[in-house]
Each structure stands twice: as structure tokens, then as C-alpha cells.
């Protein structure tokens, strides 16, 4: 089996991207652009392959189409570009909202009171293989290269951490002294952000990104692909565990920016 799936990704990688797959990443992917040519060739397969694994469900009364599931799909490949891994093997579906949505969730008080309450929300990774994404939002997150603020990112990193088992903030690495690093590192600055939010001291992180160490992550990769330079002049040895574990230096990028 093993054989046969390289074969195919061998020859998904190969094979030629439509004009208007190609029109689609120039309007709705402006980091495509910043890519150098040798990367574009390289993303244009990996979307190929995320497209024959991965299976796409519109609800809410969205119609999926080619423009909706190759803007997702870019953008999901994009944190893939340079990892050897296969691309998100525990994610089967992808399922798209119009505009953001409802969930009910239940919040336990300390007192043991339980609550439900609808909160509104722009994207979901779930555990079980599924990413929810509000189409407004993806397009919003992708127009904005800058903002650090992009939903596909998010999610999709957080789909990476779920990879070992827990949404923790620690996904799969290589070795056990990358695992110390990473620890050590993450676990400083998560703490050094906290204490920052406590004291409103300014940070390139939004405040969402203290709600856990797995928040933390998803937003830290954000920041990593859209505000590199700021990243890595506020957080150098973040942004250095973040460059080893994508192979990627998106502050080379700059210029594009």
C-alpha cells in the first residue's frame, strides 16, 4: 500500500495546476506570491494531494466549489511546505460554513453549576479528524498577510498538535532533546505572556493566545507566517522552535511584505 500511495503522490505532485486553480491562488492567497517560484511549484502539488485525500462538506446552504476548497487548501499546505510528513494524516473532512456559527457548548462553574451557553465561532479543530471553517473568515484571514490574524493557520495548526494524541501545544517532533526545547521554551514564553496580559504590558500576541498552551501555539503560528519579523525580534527563541518545526524562515520573506 505503501508503494502504491507514494506512486500516487508522486504523480499528483507532477501533475500541472488548471489556469484557473493558479487564478484562484493569485486572487484569494496572497502569500503564494511571496513564494519563491521553486515553492509555488512545490505548493501547487501538495494541494493536489490534500484535494484527492482530504473530503469537503459545505452546511448552512454553502455550495462548495473549486474556488472555496483550493483557498483552503493553500493555505493548510502552506504550514506542510517544507515538513517531511504526510499531510494531516489524521484529518478526513473539512466541513465549511458561509459565515461564522453557533455552537452550544457547557461551561462547569467551580461551584459544579453547570452551564450552557451559544458562543459564535470562525473555526474548530476537533480531535476525531474534522476542521470547521467559516468561508468570511478564511477569505478575510488569507486577504491580510500582515494582521497575523489568519483562521486556516489556526485551525490547521492546531490539527497538527493533535496529531500526538493531545491538544497541548506540543505536537510530534523528531527527538527527545527537541522535545526539551520545546518544552522548556514554550513553557517560558506561554508564562511571560500570561504574566504580561496580568500586568497590560503590549505584546504581538492577542490575548486569546493565554486561554491554554494549545491556543497559544495555533496563534503563535499565525504570527509566525504573517508577522515573522515582529515575532522574532519580540520572541527570538520562539521563533527560532517555530522555524525548526515548520523548516521554514518566513521573516526571508519580508520583502514581499
Not at 110 to 119: D, K
Amino acid at each position: 500500500m505503501a508503494f502504491f500511495k507514494k506512486r500516487r503522490h508522486d504523480r499528483l505532485m507532477q501533475k500541472p495546476m488548471s489556469e484557473e486553480w493558479i487564478a484562484i491562488l493569485g486572487q484569494n492567497v496572497p502569500y503564494y506570491h511571496c513564494l519563491p517560484p521553486q515553492d509555488q511549484r512545490k505548493l501547487q502539488g501538495l494541494i493536489h494531494i490534500f484535494l484527492d485525500e482530504k473530503w469537503f462538506e459545505g452546511v448552512g446552504g454553502l455550495e462548495l466549489t473549486d474556488e472555496i476548497r483550493v483557498t483552503i487548501a493553500a493555505q493548510a499546505c502552506i504550514l506542510m511546505l517544507h515538513r517531511q510528513e504526510e499531510l494531516y494524516l489524521g484529518l478526513r473532512t473539512v466541513i465549511v460554513y458561509p459565515h461564522t456559527y453557533h455552537v452550544q457548548e457547557t461551561i462547569r462553574r467551580p461551584e459544579g453549576i453547570e452551564i450552557e451557553r451559544s458562543q459564535v465561532r470562525s473555526g474548530e479543530s476537533w480531535s476525531f479528524g474534522t476542521i470547521v471553517l467559516s468561508w468570511d473568515n478564511v477569505l478575510h484571514g488569507a486577504s491580510d498577510i500582515h494582521d497575523g490574524e489568519n483562521v486556516v493557520f489556526h485551525e490547521f495548526a492546531h490539527q497538527l498538535d493533535h496529531e500526538t494524541g493531545a491538544a497541548n501545544g506540543a505536537p510530534g517532533l523528531s527527538t527527545r532533546s527537541q522535545y526539551l526545547a520545546w518544552a522548556r521554551i514554550l513553557s517560558q514564553e506561554y508564562e511571560s505572556l500570561v504574566d504580561h496580559l496580568r500586568h497590560h504590558r503590549p505584546d504581538v500576541f492577542r490575548p486569546y493566545s493565554a486561554e491554554s498552551p494549545a491556543e497559544f501555539f495555533a496563534v503563535a503560528t499565525e504570527l509566525f507566517f504573517e508577522k515573522p519579523i515582529q515575532l522574532r525580534s519580540r520572541h527570538p527563541d520562539l521563533y527560532q522552535q517555530l522555524q525548526l518545526f515548520y523548516q521554514q524562515d518566513p521573516a526571508k520573506l519580508a520583502e514581499c511584505r
